[in-house]
């Protein structure tokens, strides 16, 4: 479509007697494709509608054709007032973009009250004009200032004499933002000889017009009005000003004085005590003026004879003032003039009174554990600090239904200075407070001074709404009793409250019986018992232990908690028992077991664990192979026994076999011995046969065989002589035995 063209080739191929043919043809089409581009445009006024300020304008172009718009530009074709910015050079068809353009506002415009900006958007295929336009409304005002001598005085206005020359000037301001056209200046009574006949001004812009006149007897007030057209709608402004003389007569009397602060309240004034403006004075004529800014009063053009000056109190500090110096001691002073006279020093003197308050809040302590509904009372003292008296007082707290009661020193609802009141106000605490865990109270206290003006002075008080409520317990615990298993230990608990509070639902779980209801006033105690039966672990451990805890709860339902732990120690005896027998039976002294030599012995020890604790890491005297029991693990419980075995060949003469069992009872070396005695001979050729010796293999606890160790024998022993006479002895019967046979 940019192309403006299409084109297609067609391509022929044949086969003519073995020979290949080939044609191409291209056909191409030219077409005009259309291109076409629009453009709209808005603004936005930035800030007041004065010249100077700025619009920013956008300006959204779009290709309507059906090509790309190439070397596209943006300008204001029209005044050239707008400049644009990021115009892109290309435009795909149906594709929009959206440019940007500022402008400065003109006073034209302003005064027109609309702005226009356009853009004429141009490529090589197409152009497209689009503008838009800002309205606004712009501010039009005049004022006018007029002045009789360079004065602009409130009634009486400016002092001159009669036939004096006046000269009046007015001057004329544009304060809005258009220009004002057709401005005119009109005088109704004439007194100001001032005309002004249709003149422009451009904002901000003065035009001073002057005339003279003379001054006639009398208070005279002057007054112009200008008017002037202005604004996109022509509207139509006005503005008033007046200036006020007063002539007197060339002969006449007057009447002088201050009216001053007296600072130190003495009674007398002094250089460096200021005067007061602003004050109204009232001669006895009906004549009325203000003193001035050093506050010097005047009334002039009066005729000789007595007249009275009254002072306005209530002008003089709002009110709050007390008269100290004047010529009759008040706030009227009567005075005689003559012909002619002018009167000075007719002064008066005044305390002004300062307004003060001060207040103290005193919240009473809340209690321990506090919750909605207990009562809120807070002691406010109010004094008067200032210099009259105060009225109508009162203080706002914002508690809901407040309650006041007011101790006044003197005349209910009355504050002299430097009185104190005292106001009690009573409520209580909120659900919201107490969930806020704070109680926070601005008190404001109010009155009303001599002038009426409201005095205010405010105190805070806050508490934290936590609670004081405590508990404590202890533990102690007593073995009631032998230490054994199943012996019991009685445990004792005592519980205190320890805050200022009751508390209630006094608890120490299953097991315990205490000895009150479960209510315990502030610092009252309660005790608990409970027993504990003792284990063979605890005996082991020679400790026993317990730990309490105590619950209860407050006035505000919260739970406290409160634990403690006791140890008892548990002193059982430990000892181990050693029986050593031959064969069945025990031989502990004497001969003993009488067996022959040679003989193999049975011999078993059995160890008793006696006492209340376990014995552990058990072990035997080693000189004799013993065969211990399987799985013994080296521990005996209390009462509990093992048998071990062994043989062992008798050895002629009397012999003593000594066991020890060692093991260890709470980190203690516990030991046991037994012993067991036997005594073996020879026996000759015709000694009669013996009875069967102890030599049974049948041991008292007839226990497998397992790990072995050795047992120590102990006792007499047989020398080597004797051993080789036994020897000899043994041979001289064998061979005997051996005669005896041959013999037969």
Known sequence: MDAGRVSTTGTATADYAGTGLT??????????????????????????????????????????????LTGLTGSDGTDGTVTWTDVPTSLAPGESVTVTGTSTLTQAQVD????????????????????GAVTFAPESTVTVDLTVNGEHQAAPGLIVTDKDALTWSATVTNTGDTTLTGITLADADGLTGITLADRTLAPGESAVVTG???????????????????????????????????????????????????????????????????????????????????????????????????????????????????????????????????????????????SGMSVTAELTPLPADPIAGDPVTITYTITNTGENTLTDLGVDTALAGAELTWTWPGTPGELAPGESVTVVVSSVLTEEQVAAWTLAVTGTAT??????????????????????SAVTVSEVGVLAGEAVVGGTVTWTATVTNTGPATLTGVSLGAGWTLDCDGTLAPGASATATATS????????????????????????????????????????????????????????????????????????????????????????????????????????????????????????????????????????????????????????????????????????????PSTTTKLAITGASVGGAGLVALLLVGLGALLRRRASRHEA
């Open 112 to 131: 027109a009250g609309s702005a226009s900006g356009a853009i004429t958007a141009t490529a090589e295929q197409a152009t497209s004009t689009g503008s």
């Open 23 to 68: 044609a191409t043809e291209e056909v191409a089409v030219s077409f005009d494709a259309a291109a076409a581009m629009t453009s709209t445009v808005t603004g936005v006024l930035d800030g007041a509608a004065k010249a100077g300020a700025g619009i920013t304008w956008s300006a959204t172009l779009t290709n309507t054709g059906a090509v790309t």
């Open 533 to 704: 039966v003792l284990t063979q672990a605890d005996l082991d451990a020679h400790l026993v232990g317990s730990q309490v805890t105590v619950t209860a709860i407050t006035r505000s339902g919260a739970t406290l908690t409160a634990a403690a732990q006791a140890e008892v120690q548990v002193p059982a005896a430990s000892a181990i028992g050693v029986r050593v027998l031959i064969g069945d039976q025990e031989y502990p002294t004497g001969t003993g077991a009488a067996v022959t030599t040679g003989d193999e012995l049975e011999v078993s020890a059995v160890i008793t664990k006696t006492g209340a604790t376990t014995l552990t890491g058990i072990t035997l005297s080693d000189e004799v192979a013993w065969q211990l029991p399987a799985g013994f693990t080296g521990n005996l419980a209390p009462g509990e026994s093992l048998t071990v075995t062994a043989t062992q060949t008798a050895v002629a003469g009397s012999h003593t076999l000594t066991v020890t069992a060692t093991g260890t009872e709470a980190g203690s070396t516990v030991t046991g011995t037994g012993t067991a005695v036997y005594t073996a001979s020879d026996r000759g050729q015709d000694d009669p046969p013996r009875a069967d010796p102890p030599t049974t293999r049948n041991p008292p606890h007839d226990a497998p």
């Open 212 to 354: 003279t006149t003379t001054a006639a007897l009398g208070e005279h007030t002057g007054t112009v009005t200008v008017t002037a057209v202005g604004g996109p709608d022509g509207a139509t402004i006005t503005a008033t000003d007046a200036a006020t003389y007063t002539a007197e007569p060339i002969s006449a009397s007057s009447i002088t004085g201050q009216v001053r602060a007296d600072l130190d309240g003495d009674g007398e004034l002094t250089a460096d005590e200021p005067g007061i403006a602003g004050v109204t004075v009232t001669l006895s004529t009906g004549a009325t003026t203000t003193t001035d800014a050093d506050g010097t009063y005047r009334f002039g053009g009066l005729v000789a004879g007595d007249y009275t000056v009254t002072v306005d109190r209530s002008t003089v500090n709002a009110g709050r003032a007390a008269v100290t110096v004047s010529p009759a001691g008040s706030d009227s002073a009567a005075v005689t003039v003559a012909e002619s006279q002018a009167l000075t020093g007719v002064d008066f003197g005044y305390d002004l009174l300062e």
């Open 447 to 468: 009155g009303t001074d001599i002038a009426a003006e409201t005095v205010t002075a405010s105190a805070d008080v806050s508490a934290e709404l936590v609670t004081a």
